[in-house]
C-alpha cells in the first residue's frame, strides 16, 4: 500500500551554483505525492495514484462526507472518543481496553462458556472475538501515537505562529530558537510505525484467514439448507403415500394387519425433517461474525493507509529540517525550512484529525458487531430473537 513517494532519486541533477538556489533545489527533492481525499465521490483512486473506476455508480443524493460525518457525530462515536480521551496519557501496557470494548472481554468468556468448546462454531466465534479485541488493542495504541505527534509538533506550531514570513525580519535569536526546534524534533522517534509493520501485516493476515473461513462454514450451512429442503419435499409426499395407502388397505384387511403396515410405513423410510431455531441460530452466529470480519478487513485497511501516510509526512520533515541542521544557524536555510513546514503543518494536523476520526468509527463498528454476536450466543436470549 503506497500511500506516499518521496522523490530523492535526484543526486544526478545538476544543482544551480547560488547556494540559495542549490539549497531550494535540495527542499524541492523532498516533495511528496499524497493519497487522493480519502472521502471522494464517483471515480476512486488507489493511494499509488492510480486511477481506479467505480463499479458502484452512488445516487445524486447520497454524499459520503455528510454520511460521513453524520457517523461521527452519534451518541456512540462520542461516547469512544470521550472514553479513549481519557487513556490518553495512561501507558501503553496498561491501556484499559474494558472502557471502551463492549462487550468486554470476561462478557464474552462467560456467554461462550455455555456452548460447546469443541465446536468448529465456537471456536470461530472465539476467534473472531479475539481478533476484534486485537483491532481495538492496536486502535488504542494509535491513538497513543497520534497524542505523541500533536506533542512533537507542539514546538512547530508555536515557531510558526510566531516565526516572520519575510526573511529581511528575522533575527539571529529566532534563527537560533528554530535550529534548536528542528534539532529536538530530529532527535525523537517517528510516533507512527511503517507500512511494513509486523502488527498490520499479521492483523490483516490473520482477519483475512477468518472470513475465508467464515465463508466456507456459511457455504456448507446453506448448501445442507438446500438438501434438508428436498428432503422435507420427499417426506411430504411420502407422508401422502403412507396415508393414501392406509386409507385403502384399511377397508380390506383386518385391524392386526392394519397396525403392521403402519408400524412399516412409520418407520424411517421416508424420514421428516424439520429445520431447528438452533440451525438458524447458527446461521446468524457465522453471518455475525463474517460480517464483522469483512468490515474489519475494510476499517483496517484504511488506518493502515493513514498511519503510513502520517509516518512518512513526519519522515518528510525530519529531512527537511535536516538540510537545515546541515547548514548550521544561517538565517536562510531555516528561513526556507520554516516556509516549507508553514505550508505542510496544516496538511498535518489534518492528517492527525482524520486518523482519529476513523479510529473513533473503527471502535463504533467493532462495538456493533461484537454486541450483535454477542446476543446470538448470550444463554440467556430467546432462540426466536
Known amino acids: 500500500m503506497q500511500c506516499l513517494s518521496f522523490n530523492l532519486n535526484s543526486s544526478a541533477q545538476s544543482f544551480p551554483s547560488s547556494p540559495q538556489s542549490q539549497f ?14 480519502t472521502h471522494s465521490q464517483g471515480n476512486s483512486t488507489e493511494c499509488d495514484g492510480t486511477p481506479r473506476s467505480s463499479t458502484t455508480q452512488l ?5 459520503i462526507r455528510e454520511e460521513y460525518n453524520r457517523a461521527l457525530q452519534t451518541n456512540s462515536c462520542n461516547e469512544i472518543r470521550s472514553r ?8 501503553n501496557h496498561q491501556l484499559n481496553l474494558s472502557q471502551v470494548l463492549h462487550p468486554d472481554r470476561e462478557s464474552v468468556h ?13 471456536r470461530l466465534v472465539s476467534t473472531y472475538f479475539d481478533h476484534s479485541e486485537n483491532i481495538c488493542t492496536l486502535c488504542l495504541e494509535l491513538h497513543k501515537c497520534i497524542s505523541n505527534a500533536r506533542f512533537l509538533y507542539g514546538p512547530i506550531t508555536e515557531l510558526l505562529e510566531v516565526f516572520p514570513n519575510e526573511l529581511s525580519s528575522i533575527n539571529h535569536s529566532q534563527c537560533d530558537w528554530a535550529f534548536d526546534i528542528f534539532l529536538k524534533f530530529d532527535s525523537l522517534d517517528n510516533p507512527f510505525p511503517s507500512r511494513d509493520s509486523h502488527n498490520f501485516n499479521e492483523m490483516s493476515r490473520s482477519f483475512s484467514q477468518l472470513k475465508e473461513q467464515l465463508d466456507q462454514r456459511l ?28 386409507a385403502v388397505t384399511a377397508v380390506v384387511i383386518s385391524t392386526h394387519a392394519l397396525a403392521a403396515i403402519v408400524g412399516l410405513f412409520a418407520t424411517p423410510l421416508c424420514p421428516i425433517y424439520v429445520p431447528s431455531h438452533v440451525k438458524k441460530k447458527h446461521i446468524a452466529q ?6 464483522g470480519s469483512f468490515h474489519h478487513i475494510n476499517d483496517l485497511d484504511t488506518i493502515v493507509c493513514l ?5 512518512d509526512s513526519v519522515e518528510r520533515d525530519k529531512d527537511l529540517m535536516r538540510i537545515g541542521l546541515e547548514r548550521g544557524r544561517d538565517i536562510y536555510p531555516i528561513y526556507q525550512v520554516v516556509n516549507h513546514l508553514r505550508n505542510n503543518h ?26 450483535n454476536l454477542f446476543k446470538q450466543i448470550h444463554p440467556h436470549q430467546s432462540t426466536d430473537s
Open 24 to 37: 531550494q533545489s535540495q527542499i524541492h527533492q523532498n516533495g511528496v505525492n499524497s493519497c487522493p481525499p
Open 59 to 63: 445516487s445524486p443524493s447520497f454524499n
Open 84 to 91: 479513549i480521551g481519557d487513556q490518553e496519557h495512561v501507558d
Open 110 to 122: 462467560q456467554a461462550l462458556r455455555h456452548i460447546d468448546p469443541k465446536a468448529t462454531l465456537t
Open 219 to 246: 457455504h456448507k450451512s446453506h448448501s445442507r439448507g438446500r438438501i434438508l429442503d428436498r428432503a422435507m419435499t420427499r417426506s411430504a409426499i411420502c407422508l401422502i403415500g403412507t396415508v393414501v395407502g392406509i
Open 286 to 291: 457465522l453471518k455475525a461474525a463474517y460480517g
Open 307 to 311: 498511519v503510513a501516510r502520517l509516518h
Open 346 to 371: 496544516g496538511k498535518i494536523l489534518d492528517q492527525l484529525k482524520e486518523l482519529e476520526e476513523h479510529i473513533c468509527l473503527c471502535f463504533n463498528v467493532i462495538n456493533k458487531f461484537r454486541g
